[in-house]
């Protein structure tokens, strides 16, 4: 059974940093590519990170130069190093394959709150 749990969120004041993690189970991990999401409150959850099988990473628009995405193998995890916090960062933060699998499960994610 596909199984991810993601964890690391919290408080954090705008401008500050935050690490986030999700251990994956029940694939073969390494040859997925891995994809952080989110979903903020009243929007649909969206794509913000990818790392490749390989190590190649992409991101949306509005995190780059202050997120990084990546993925330790032999630990089934990705992580995403998120700096320079902006209010409009807060939302739930999940992992999952990119693209989703039909039919795959979610994690419960982890709440990412940037407030002074």
């Known amino acids: 059974q596909v199984q991810f749990v993601e964890s690391g969120g919290g408080l954090v004041q705008p401008g500050g940093s935050l690490r986030v993690s999700c251990a994956a189970s029940?694939?073969?991990?390494?040859?997925?590519?891995m994809g952080w999401f989110r979903q903020a409150p009243g929007k649909q959850r969206e794509l913000v990170a990818r790392?490749?099988?390989?190590?190649?990473?992409a991101y949306v628009d509005s995190v780059k130069g202050r997120f990084t995405i990546s993925r330790d193998n032999d630990k089934t995890t990705v992580y995403l190093q998120m700096t320079r916090l902006k209010p409009e960062d807060t939302a739930v933060y999940y992992c999952?394959?990119?693209?989703?699998?039909?039919?795959?499960?979610w994690g419960q994610g982890t709440m990412v709150t940037v407030s002074s």
């Open positions: 029940g694939i073969m991990f390494r040859i997925y590519t």
């Open positions: 999952n394959t990119d693209p989703v699998r039909s039919g795959a499960s």
């Open positions: 790392v490749t099988s390989g190590g190649e990473t």
